[in-house]
């Protein structure tokens, strides 16, 4: 194995040794030895006077020039770019290749397609009667006055003269109406041989109406004792001083409770009538009766409908014909 120190032998004419001719790199060697400088070099000359040493464009800032306008005229916008032509649309063949065969060519693709009459041809659109056009009502969304006034019946707002025994009517109903709650949406007319006023039981609050129950009663003359008859599964209050009266009849008892202030032979009328038990017992049990205010009423918790008028009425006209018959 050789060593940097075998040189010094070999230098000596050592013919034993090996790495014969062997120099260590220059770079490597000790100060004072051959091709190794004794100092390290000086530093490299100065600048001559007047050169300018290199610096990366923009290194310094401009020169100072007092005579240099303060204002200088904003550069000129880059030159837009000319527009591409544009793509010419498809041609005739090819948007025609493109519909249904049953759509025609000429219409849009995203055209609705066209309603058919009753012989397929086009339908032309429906214009408003001139009925419709006069008596249309904003607040009327499910019609209960445009169909009071195609048959003949009066509508009001439940705030006239006329309507204040309403108020009466709304405080007794079997619900729970609050001082908010009032009469609106008023029609009157004649249905099933009596006089009727239909009306919602609104809560207003501010200009925020929500009818909340439906109402229809009949003006009875006489004196009509006072009595509840609803169904059964719905829970009563407010009935203090009044008095169950049965039918006799286990199928209507189940479904229906009479109540009254006595029992006595005109409120029993009420429960023995077999068209009564009849009509009643083929109902969803959804309506309750009472007496108050010279009113036959019945109400049910939902807005005002044509149809559901027209099922008071013929509540209302068997009611009041057992409570005739009975007088």
């Not at 445009?146 to 439940?158: F, M, N, T, Y």
């Not at 429960?271 to 309750?288: A, H, K, S, Y």
Request: charged share 25%; no cysteine; hydrophobic share 35%.
């Amino acid at each position: 194995m050789s060593s940097p120190r075998d040189g010094d032998r070999e230098e000596s004419g050592d013919p034993g040794r090996e790495g014969q001719g062997w120099r260590e790199p220059a770079h490597l060697g000790r100060p004072g030895d051959a091709g190794v400088p004794a100092d390290p070099p000086a530093d490299p000359p100065a600048d001559p006077p007047g050169a300018t040493a290199w610096q990366p464009p923009g290194w310094d800032l401009p020169a100072v020039e007092p005579d240099r306008p303060r204002d200088v005229p904003p550069a000129p916008p880059p030159a837009a770019e000319p527009a591409l032509p544009a793509e010419p649309p498809p041609a005739a063949d090819q948007r025609q290749g493109d519909l249904p065969p049953d759509v025609p060519q000429d219409a849009p693709q995203d055209a609705p397609p066209a309603r058919r009459g009753l012989f397929g041809g086009p339908r032309q659109p429906r214009e408003p009667g001139a009925f419709e056009q006069v008596f249309r009502r904003q607040d009327d969304p499910v019609g209960v006055q445009a169909w009071g006034l195609h048959h003949g019946w009066v509508p009001s707002d439940g705030t006239g003269p006329e309507d204040a025994p309403l108020a009466d009517l709304v405080r007794s109903a079997p619900v729970r109406p609050t001082r908010d709650h009032r009469p609106g949406n008023v029609v009157r007319g004649r249905g099933m041989g009596l006089d009727l006023v239909a009306f919602d039981v609104v809560y207003a609050s501010g200009r925020y109406f929500q009818p909340e129950w439906a109402v229809t009663a009949a003006p009875v003359l006489g004196e009509v004792p006072a009595f509840r008859l609803s169904p059964a599964r719905l829970w009563k209050h407010g009935t203090g001083g009044l008095v169950q009266v049965p039918s006799g009849d286990p199928e209507f008892d189940v479904r229906w409770v009479l109540l009254a202030a006595a029992d006595g032979p005109q409120v029993r009328r009420l429960v023995e009538d077999p068209v009564v038990r009849q009509l009643l017992l083929g109902t969803d049990d959804g309506d309750e009766l009472w007496s108050a205010a010279g009113f036959v009423a019945a109400i049910r918790p939902d807005g005002h409908r044509p149809q559901l008028v027209e099922h008071h009425a013929r509540l209302l006209a068997v009611v009041v014909g057992a409570l005739a018959a009975a007088a």
